[in-house]
């Protein structure tokens, strides 16, 4: 059901697993917007770099990957706004999330 409403919207999602095929994909996409919502579920990240939760699969984007897609929307979009979801700490005993974060925020707010 949420994808079928997903579809229907004009939300553009953008897969793990599209992204890792075609890197330059986030250059195509037109929005009429000068600025979105970037909403980050962690468990985009690979399970074999973090397992960030339960749902975690492998498969997904390295930090580098995620950074460069942010960079990517970034000089395409304003950003409005970002959250980070789907974190669990106990499965994350490293602390490696957190460090993916920081960049993350650094990267948002010019600052690397």
Do not use: W
């Amino acid at each position: 059901m949420e994808e079928t409403r997903l579809a229907k919207s004009a939300i553009q999602r953008v897969p793990p697993s599209l992204l890792k095929k075609n890197p330059d994909i986030l250059s195509t996409i037109s929005l009429p917007v000068k600025k979105v919502y970037l909403h980050i579920d962690l468990d985009v990240l690979d399970a074999d770099f973090v397992k960030v939760n339960e749902y975690c699969e492998t498969g997904g984007l390295s930090p580098e990957d995620l950074y460069n897609a942010i960079r990517t929307i970034k000089r395409r979009f304003g950003i409005a706004a970002v959250a980070f979801t789907a974190y669990d700490p106990t499965l994350d005993p490293q602390r490696k999330v957190p460090e993916v974060v920081g960049e993350v925020v650094s990267i948002l707010t010019g600052q690397v």
